[in-house]
């Protein structure tokens, strides 16, 4: 099977990798995939798609590839998608399958048993602060008295923890308005289609950021492949928990139910026992935890796509579940 790895480019040296990513590309290529390298630049300040991709070789024939990077917005994605398919290479997700882990309302559903109860609503754009903090007001009223976090539908403000994520009283409407302007101060050009406020749900802290504040708490990352987990490892450092380890099989069901080939699901241990989910993610743009093995990362997941075997296509209709 040939599967294709690709990742973005340095910003100013569209033929050499970003250093974020030249482990990674280094471990992907002895892992036996093919690389290549996107310029993301192109993509998303020069808006010109076919370009960000003109150094990734035209394919004779249909072959699967997979994008390593920056987090992208689904038209952004969707651009980047329709680009590498005009050279024969069809990333793991369409835009749909993207989407669906990439903005938390899309999939909440799938996780809504074992994750904290979340609430949102899109914002316009241009964004009114008067009408988002009134409406945030309103809708964090279902949580009574209860503290919350508020985020986007892809990502929180988590390392400005006081100012500008986490509320201690749903009730008290001066705070859920500053935390909420001061979001969407931080969030910017850069928010993502609206606000979402999640109940807090108090975890096991190991310790706090030196800087931010913000409580570190006992993480996992699992990436999962084709409905299995390909990669596990504790989120704030790559490492084991073992009881973490043992607790995972109960996850399967919920998993097995998400819509996407290879995604990521975050784990947590609430301080009065069990494990939550917090959040899932597309495993093109999810990060790996700090002083992850790349090597290993990439021998596991080329040994799940079975690179250097025969490949199982999946058909069109086929390719939005786990089999």
Known sequence: MTFTVLFVSAPMSPKEVDDSYADEYRSAAEAGFDTGLIHLETLLLDRDPRKAVKRIAERSELQS?????????????EDLYAALLKRNLRLIHTPEQ???????????AKIEQVTPKSIWFPLPDPVSMEAAESLSVEAVRLFENKPVIVKDYVKSRKHEWDEACYIPDALDEQRVRRTVRRFLELQGSELNEGLVFRAFAELEVLSRHPLSGMPLSREIRV???DGQPVFVSTYWEAGEDEEFNAALQQFLPVIQTIESRFFTIDFAKTRSGPWIVLELGDGQTAGLPDDTDTDSFYRQLAQGLN????????GADDESKPQ
């Open 223 to 225: 990436f999962v492949l």
């Open 307 to 314: 690179i250097g075997g025969q490949e199982t296509e999946r």
């Open 98 to 108: 993207y989407r669906h882990t990439h903005h938390l309302p899309e999939s909440y």
């Open 65 to 77: 590839a997979l994008y390593r990077g920056w987090m992208l917005r689904p038209s952004e994605y």
